[in-house]
């Protein structure tokens, strides 16, 4: 057993959501108790003590929508004309290198965000995956990447008509291939769902295709939805209705579903996106960096639906998507009082409920038989602070370069910022030396 004691601990359970001096008690993989320091180590003398010196001790993060693949385009050269659209982005950028990924490249995106995501205290990622000239065996190789370095993973293939009938039906084979084994991982640290790119790429033909795989499947659909303008302008033209209806009409939406970004949404899709028990997730960096438009995040939420928090790839700082998040919707509707309660119940709450519909146990909560999943933050609070006000520290006190520790499954994987039983050094030279083969392909 290993108690992890003389911290602030923010458990995330309403019954006791803060210890100015708490502990937690971790046997196997599973919190086994909660409390105040003094007592848990007086009730469990004989378990390893880890001192937390006064840091955070919390649950770990969790990122509801990541893209691995992206991790090569930093600091690469684009000789496409400048973009003035998303779609030119998505053409230009996107694309164009998905394409130029093998197997091997694969695995070492998705490493370098997976220890990145450690280092920042993420400890569960849902991740959305494409590589169309590598598709088979692209899932296996990032629940490889996902063992190797202990993370809980989530992971689709991006089904898309963009690369012709025979990859989206790959893409089709992949999907349910991860999904299966996802059904047969006993230790519930990797999970499948069925991806899909956007309404705008998928034909009816190819959803029904779609469908026809998933009958009797319980897992879930991880699509882009209503992210562009143009996904929006494609599907009346097409299809004579919105994206969400569309969607919602080939009974993708349900509680095991995730719909990324929904930015260009009306009323009567909030009220689909409600009634479907669906889970959005708002991506407020990646949304910006495209100029894509601002989710009506406090619209949506005032209409019940759920939401939870992503960051599409464009970081691995969640406390970052928090920070932006807060603002953006401040400033979008010039409203100094909006966004303060919103982010971080998407956060902690929705991201928790996104996992727990799709893992056996529970994650979220420091709390008795929650996995142990924890991390240790190196904050020093300037001003009083407890269950009333912590969320107020963490937003304005607190970036994921504070992780001091991170534990996933019960399982140390970064103690005192060194990764543990991992060579980092190695994983980043081998990226690099792929991406720079990717860059003569691009």
Known sequence: MLLIGNGRLISRDPEQPYWEDGAVLIEDNLIKQVGATKRLKEEYPEAEFMDA??????????????????????????????????????????????????????????????????????????????????????????????HDLGVRLSTCYEVSDRDGIQSAEAGIREN??????????????????????????????????????MAGEDAGFHVHMAE????????????KKRVVKRWHDFGILHDRSIAVHCIHLDEEEMDILRDTKVKVVHNP??????????????????????????????????????????????HVNQDPNVAWGELPQMLFEENANIANRHFSGRIGKLKEGYYADIVLVDYQAPTPMDASNLNSHLLFGVMGRQV?????????????????????????????????????KF
């Open 285 to 330: 960096e990646s949304n910006m960096g495209n100029a894509v438009g601002c989710a009506p995040l406090i619209q949506m939420m005032q209409q019940g639906v759920s939401v939870g928090l992503g960051t599409d790839g464009y970081t691995f700082d969640m406390f970052e998507s928090w920070k932006v998040g807060n603002i953006i919707h401040k």
């Open 53 to 146: 010196r006064g840091r955070i001790i919390m649950p770990g993060l969790i990122n509801a929508h990541q893209h691995f693949y992206s991790t090569f385009a930093r600091g690469m050269a684009n000789d496409s004309p400048p973009a003035t659209k998303f779609s030119e982005i998505l053409e230009g950028l996107w694309w164009r290198l998905d394409k130029t990924l093998d197997l091997e490249d694969v695995y070492y995106s998705a490493a370098i965000p997976l220890i990145e995501g450690i280092r920042n205290g993420v400890t569960t990622v849902f991740d959305h995956h494409a590589s169309p000239y590598a598709v088979e065996g692209s899932l296996s190789m990032i629940q490889e990447a996902g």
């Open 228 to 239: 562009g303008i143009e996904d929006v302008e494609d599907s009346l033209s097409k299809y």
């Open 176 to 213: 349910m291939a991860s999904i299966e084994a996802g059904k047969k991982d006993d230790t519930d640290m990797f999970k499948g769902m069925f991806g899909l790119h956007a309404s705008m790429t998928v034909s009816d033909a190819t959803m029904d295709k779609c469908l026809s795989a």
């Open 404 to 440: 001091d520790t991170t534990i996933i499954n019960g399982k140390i994987v970064m103690k005192d910022r060194i990764l543990v039983d991992l060579d980092a050094d190695r994983i980043f030279a081998k990226a690099r030396e792929r991406a720079a083969q990717v860059w003569k």
